[in-house]
């Protein structure tokens, strides 16, 4: 079992900067891919970001490239989401995920996570 818990939400005027971050225990964090999804009111859950175990490798959705990265920190058990040049329309809340299964590739598909965390809330105001 796999335990994660984020934190770094917050309210951020449009143009600023937050970092997320979001720790897991319960297994060895390098063998874990992870990723970084969000929800905002009324839409559904969408992927952000994702890393693969060593972090030789990253995706990102094509409505954050150039402004958000995802990394990780394996010694530290914490994957991060550094987020800059934040627009209104990236509020939302922020989960982290976690999957043992194949942890050399990235992940994109919320069905491709077997842990997630209980989220952080992130809202730009405009």
């Known amino acids: 079992q796999v335990q994660l818990v984020e934190s770094g939400g917050g309210l951020v005027q449009a143009g600023g900067s937050l970092r997320l971050s979001c720790v897991a225990s319960?297994?060895?964090?390098?063998?874990?891919?992870m990723g970084w999804f969000r929800q905002a009111p009324g839409k559904e859950r969408e992927f952000v970001a994702g890393?693969?175990?060593?972090?030789?490798?990253?995706k990102h959705a094509d409505s954050v490239k150039g402004r958000f990265t995802i990394s990780r920190d394996n010694a530290e058990n914490t994957v991060y989401l550094q987020m800059n040049s934040l627009k209104p329309q990236d509020t939302a809340v922020y989960y982290c995920?976690?999957?043992?299964?194949?942890?050399?590739?990235?992940?994109?598909?919320?069905?491709?996570?077997?842990?997630w965390g209980r989220g952080t809330q992130v809202t730009v105001s405009s």
């Open positions: 319960g297994r060895t964090f390098s063998d874990l891919a």
């Open positions: 995920a976690a999957q043992v299964l194949s942890p050399w590739m990235v992940k994109t598909a919320q069905n491709q996570y077997t842990y």
């Open positions: 890393i693969n175990w060593s972090a030789g490798s990253t």
